[in-house]
């Protein structure tokens, strides 16, 4: 496990899916697709935002501060059929507990507690390694440096609507 920095939210711009971008202190990167709503509450959190009302990620943190339960951490474990696993690690009555949530959910909460995230090694990707499939050979793409236009992104998305998540990485391992 790596600890990992909220870097961000983007938006694909093809899909309008929000990306939680998590980028470890070595540059590895894992971007993960959330929903629109655990973005907002992501994005009140990193821009210093306040609601006149607890949003459910706040409300989340009042109970656990209330039953005198604190996280400790927020680790995202594995990926499996495409679909990232992740646990928030909390101490209740000096017993340590690991509670199964979304990664975005648990984002948003650590962010609230301002406790550290984890992510598993396999998980992070360095950014000099993520490429696109071009016919039958896998391309460097460019560095993040620079937003891709919009012929990449269209490429990119065909691509990954027809290969598996395991596959894909696979392959990118392979090179």
């Known amino acids: 496990m790596k600890k990992v920095n ?3 939210v983007v938006l694909n711009i093809l899909t309008k899916t929000p990306i939680v971008i998590l980028r470890s202190q070595e540059g590895e990167v894992l971007p ?7 973005a907002q509450s992501i994005l009140l959190v990193l821009e ?3 609601f006149s009302r607890p949003l459910t990620h706040d409300l989340i943190k009042i109970l656990m501060d209330r039953l005198n339960c604190k996280l400790k951490y927020l680790e995202i474990h594995s990926l ?11 101490e209740s009555n000096g017993k340590i507990e690991k509670i199964d949530c979304r990664p975005s959910d648990g984002i948003a909460i ?3 507690c301002g406790v550290p995230i984890f992510a598993s090694d396999d998980l992070l990707e360095s950014p000099d390694i993520i490429k696109y499939y ?3 050979n ?7 440096d620079k937003p891709i236009d919009k012929k990449e992104a269209e490429e990119f998305r065909k691509i990954i609507e027809n290969i598996d998540t395991k596959e894909f990485w696979k392959k990118l391992k392979e090179e």
């Open 138 to 144: 896998f391309i460097k793409s460019n560095k993040f």
């Open 32 to 38: 993960i697709v959330i929903g629109i709503f655990e």
């Open 134 to 136: 071009d016919s039958q």
């Open 6 to 8: 909220v870097e961000g």
């Open 48 to 50: 210093n935002e306040k």
């Open 110 to 112: 650590a962010l609230r």
């Open 80 to 90: 499996i059929e495409n679909v990232y696993y992740a646990n928030l690690v909390i």
